[in-house]
Each structure stands twice: as structure tokens, then as C-alpha cells.
């Protein structure tokens, strides 16, 4: 195995481990657990459909509008959110450097520092 690949592995071993992707396990557990929170779920996604078939119904749009306000008031719907905004964070952050190595000239340009060099 390349000296790459093995780092890949690495990666992924401290990503599975770290606190990020943990939160995000354990809310996606808590939710699965909660047949309620999945009906919520399951109502937006398919009146998402509908909206991207029909993105000029403004009932439809009301609809995904109170559906979403409902499911971020249901807590572990909101926690499964907000732990895989966590992850997605950690994760654009590797990439982050990855880019910065491969394209120092755009390096923090691109890293979400603030301001370019």
C-alpha cells in the first residue's frame, strides 16, 4: 500500500474517532430511534420533492417553510442537524488544508481565514 493511502486510512481513523463524527452517530441513533422525528422527516424530504418539481407553488413553499420550522423545534431533529453541520465543518476544514497544500498561491483565499494574502 502507497505511502498515501495509508495516510488516507489515518485520516480517516481520526475522523471516525473524533468528537464531530461521534455527535453526529449518536444524534443519527437518538433520531432513528424516534418514529415521530422520522415522520417529520419523511414529510419534508418528499414535500421537498414536490418543491423541486413545482417551484413556482407557493403552498407547497408555505408548507416546507412550517414543516422546517417544526422539525428545528423538535430537539433531536435539531441536534442530528446541528452535529452534521459539526462534522461538515471539520470535514471543509480538511479539505481546507488539503487545497492550501495543493494551491498555496489561493491558500488563504480560500481557508475561510479572512482577508487574502
Same mark, same amino acid.
Given at each position: 500500500?502507497?505511502?498515501?493511502?495509508?495516510?488516507?486510512?489515518?485520516?480517516?481513523?481520526? !475522523?471516525?474517532?473524533?468528537?464531530?463524527?461521534?455527535?453526529?452517530?449518536?444524534?443519527?441513533?437518538? !433520531?432513528?430511534?424516534?418514529?415521530?422525528?422520522?415522520?417529520? !422527516?419523511?414529510?419534508?424530504?418528499?414535500?421537498?420533492?414536490? %418543491?423541486?418539481?413545482?417551484?413556482?407553488?407557493?403552498?407547497?413553499?408555505?408548507?416546507?417553510?412550517?414543516?422546517?420550522?417544526? $422539525?428545528?423545534?423538535?430537539?433531536?431533529?435539531? +441536534?442530528? %442537524?446541528?452535529?452534521?453541520?459539526?462534522?461538515?465543518?471539520? $470535514?471543509?476544514?480538511? +479539505?481546507?488544508?488539503?487545497?492550501?497544500?495543493?494551491?498555496?498561491?489561493?491558500?488563504?483565499?480560500?481557508?475561510?481565514?479572512?482577508?487574502?494574502?
Amino acid at each position: 500500500m502507497s505511502k498515501i493511502l495509508e495516510k488516507a486510512q489515518e485520516l480517516g481513523n481520526l !475522523l471516525v474517532d473524533s468528537e464531530e463524527y461521534l455527535a453526529m452517530e449518536k444524534a443519527e441513533i437518538v !433520531l432513528e430511534n424516534d418514529q415521530e422525528a422520522l415522520k417529520l !422527516l419523511n414529510r419534508f424530504e418528499e414535500k421537498q420533492q414536490q %418543491f423541486a418539481n413545482d417551484r413556482s407553488n407557493n403552498e407547497l413553499r408555505e408548507e416546507l417553510q412550517s414543516l422546517q420550522k417544526e $422539525m428545528l423545534a423538535n430537539e433531536k431533529v435539531n +441536534n442530528y %442537524f446541528q452535529s452534521q453541520k459539526g462534522f461538515n465543518k471539520l $470535514m471543509n476544514d480538511v +479539505n481546507g488544508e488539503i487545497s492550501n497544500i495543493l494551491n498555496p498561491d489561493q491558500g488563504c483565499c480560500s481557508s475561510g481565514q479572512g482577508g487574502c494574502c
